[in-house]
């Protein structure tokens, strides 16, 4: 192993410092005995109990979990036939054009794209609440999906589908006995991301929840407001372990996926 | 042996099973099948043969239903398949690349077509067991695609083309990957299923020795259109041009100036200060026109001396030697510069051989035994 020059070592310390810091103290005074955030006064998990007695918070925080489950589900759906269409479409009307269209939400700033979701569920009378957040939810995490999945039907083999079809299969079941196992980890790792998109959003929902339904991020947002409690940085504490566990059994599983796939795809095709 | 040989295209009753018929086909402003029309029949074991980029896949393609025809059309049956689509037809293709399921073992690589047919569990065993067994992949049968070796690979693409027992099977090299003992093992057991099922085979291949082998009829390609289609002696014996000779075996072009020599004799003036070579070909040429000599190196024998009643003989000197086990070719460099091969069967033991570099040979070979061609 090489020794890391004192360069490189400062350089790395100094980076994760600025990363984590901000996160390690917050941890650390979630365990704070004393309610003055910025005291220490020994050690106790007392807010992560007055946390459990907190309704408004657990309300929120069933309804950040429902919103992020079924719009990335819904986005997933979208997502992948979007994808499905304009890689595979072969040439028709106004495909460039689709294609184009279907980042540009992502360069949207988000103010914008809930302003506008706002003045939709207005004019055609929506009442606000799980509904229109997990509707705005898909809108914008959609087309994150579509180009994940999208990225990785451009390498898809097209003779493999040909040969499903030529054995007998209708297009619907070619894409799901064939194109669909093999795209999955791409379809997987689409969901996740547009799972935690919602999960994290704050801008979006906030525009789009109405009293009967809000999100966590708002909830946290509003109540920082009214000054930091220790019972948030215990929430913020759970929260920062479900997504860092989140993240790395994701890139476990994405990963091993991939490897086998590629090592796959590479055997099965013809050097 | 059958009394009656299988010959349906000799028939003007026999209806064929494919009929390609002006059939173009272009990608944007490429021509890749140049208005091609031909008759396939019923249990023909029919090959395309052609050198890369002629467009033998392109007309695989076709029959499967991943290519719609740019004009022409094209009958299954004496129906118009163009609105039948790939699943419906009763057409199965082994592909190039073999597009095997990379997430299916091989077993269900085998079965996913009899899947599609919903047969009973217990024929779906027999069957896949039995394309095992053919392919001799029983002890791979559980491995995933990327499990196993390049050939291994090409035979359960075969054994998936051939399980549903289609009526028409293209194969699109189907053997390429294999060793030669496979191939000729797996050749015949093409030509036994072929027997045995009555299966119409259009095969393509790059190996004229497979083409000969299993093939009722030969169809040489050459951008995007046929050269000749014949059975494979015609098309060796008889190549109708210098392209179809050139193509089929070794041979030798002798280029020259026809001069008729009454009935279906000529005389072929093709070199200052030699004498003519004479020739029997039953295409009409005119004298002074100019033509081409095909002759089969095996066809030109080598002697010491000149041979006292030959049709034609030349002299030279043995200008290189390729030793191929059973067979040596004699490259024998003529005073024109021109080069002939000869090819003989080593009776003998190498260390015997009669001739050897720089000897001064003869060559010759009787009126019939080339081929006179205007092209
Ligand atoms: N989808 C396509 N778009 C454009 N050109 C194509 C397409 N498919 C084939 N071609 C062209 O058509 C020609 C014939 O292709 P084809 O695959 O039929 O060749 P082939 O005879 O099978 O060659 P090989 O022996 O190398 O497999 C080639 O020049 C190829 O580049
Ligand atoms: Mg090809």
């Known amino acids: ?271 | 042996m059958n009394t009656s040989v299988f010959a349906p295209w000799d028939d003007p009753g026999e209806k064929p099973l494919i009929q390609f018929r002006n059939v173009t086909k272009r990608f944007g402003e490429f021509t890749a099948i140049d208005n091609l029309s031909l008759d396939i029949f019923e249990k023909e074991f029919f090959a395309l043969l052609g050198p890369s980029g002629c467009g033998k896949t392109t007309m695989m393609r076709m029959l499967a239903g991943f290519e719609t025809p740019t004009e022409g059309q094209i009958m299954l049956a004496g129906q118009d398949i163009d609105p039948i689509p790939p699943n419906k037809r009763a057409v199965n293709m082994m592909f190039q690349s073999y597009a095997l399921f990379p997430h299916l073992s091989v077993w269900e690589n085998i079965a996913f077509g009899l899947r599609r047919d919903s047969m009973p569990k217990h024929d779906l065993e027999e069957r896949v067991e039995a394309m095992l067994r053919l392919t001799r992949l029983e002890q791979f049968a559980r491995r995933k695609p990327h499990q196993i070796s390049g050939g291994q690979r090409q035979r359960v693409a075969l054994a998936r083309s051939l399980a549903k027992a289609p009526k028409l099977l293209l194969l699109d090299e189907p053997l390429g990957a294999l060793d030669k003992k496979l191939r000729q093992d797996t050749q015949f057991e093409l030509m036994d299923i072929q027997e045995k099922t009555g299966t119409t085979f259009v095969i393509v291949t790059h190996d004229q020795e497979e083409a000969m082998t299993v093939a009722s009829r030969v169809a040489v390609m050459d951008q995007g259109q046929l050269m000749q289609v014949a059975t494979p002696d015609r098309i060796y014996e008889t190549p109708n041009s210098v392209y179809v000779a050139d193509f089929i075996g070794d041979v030798n072009i002798i280029r020259g100036r026809a001069r008729q020599n009454g009935g279906d004799g000529y005389h072929i003036d093709w070199a200052e200060g030699q004498e003519a070579l004479t020739a029997a070909s039953d295409n009409g040429f005119d004298t002074g026109q100019s033509c081409h000599l095909a002759i089969r190196p095996e066809k030109v024998a080598i002697t010491a001396e000149r041979p006292s009643d030959a049709a034609n003989a030349v002299q030279g000197k043995v200008h290189d030697i390729a030793y191929l086990g059973n067979l040596s070719t004699y490259y024998v460099e003529l005073p024109n510069g021109i080069i002939i091969k000869a090819q003989t069967a080593n009776t003998r033991r190498i260390s015997r051989r009669s001739y050897t570099w720089e000897d001064p040979v003869w060559l010759s070979w009787t009126a019939t035994a080339g081929v006179l061609l205007a092209n």
């Open chain 1, 1 to 271: 192993m090489n020794r890391l020059s004192w360069f490189n070592a400062v350089s790395l310390t100094l980076g994760f410092a600025f990363l984590y810091i901000p996160m390690i103290i917050l941890i650390v005074y979630s365990f704070n005995e004393s309610k003055l955030v910025t005291v220490w006064a020994g050690f106790s998990t007392k807010w992560y109990g007055e946390l459990i007695r907190n309704e408004a918070f657990l309300n929120a925080a069933w309804v950040t979990l429902k919103v992020a489950v079924f719009s990335s589900t819904l986005a997933t759906i979208l997502g992948t036939m979007a994808a499905y269409v304009l890689v595979r479409g072969g040439r028709f009307l106004g495909r460039t054009l689709f294609s184009g269209m279907i980042y540009a939400p992502l360069v949207m700033p988000e103010v914008i794209t809930g302003l506008a979701l706002l003045l939709l569920f207005i004019g055609i009378g929506l009442d606000r609440g799980v509904l229109t957040i997990v509707l705005a939810h898909t809108t914008f995490s959609m087309c994150y999906v579509s180009v994940v999945v999208s990225s990785r039907l451009v390498t898809f083999d097209r003779s493999l589908e040909e040969a499903a079809l030529d054995l007998g299969c209708s297009p619907a079941e070619s894409f799901r006995l064939v194109t669909l196992p093999i795209i999955a980890p791409a379809v997987i790792s689409g969901w996740l991301l547009a799972f935690t998109l919602s999960l994290d959003d704050l801008v979006i929902a906030s525009f789009t929840s109405g009293p009967s339904a809000t999100t966590l991020p708002i909830k946290i947002f509003s109540a920082v407001r009214l000054g930091v409690s220790p019972e948030i940085n215990a929430l913020s504490t759970i929260m920062i372990a479900i997504v860092t566990m989140g993240v790395i059994t994701a890139s476990l599983v994405t990963k091993r996926a991939m490897v086998r796939q590629k090592q796959e795809e590479q055997a099965a095709v013809r050097a």
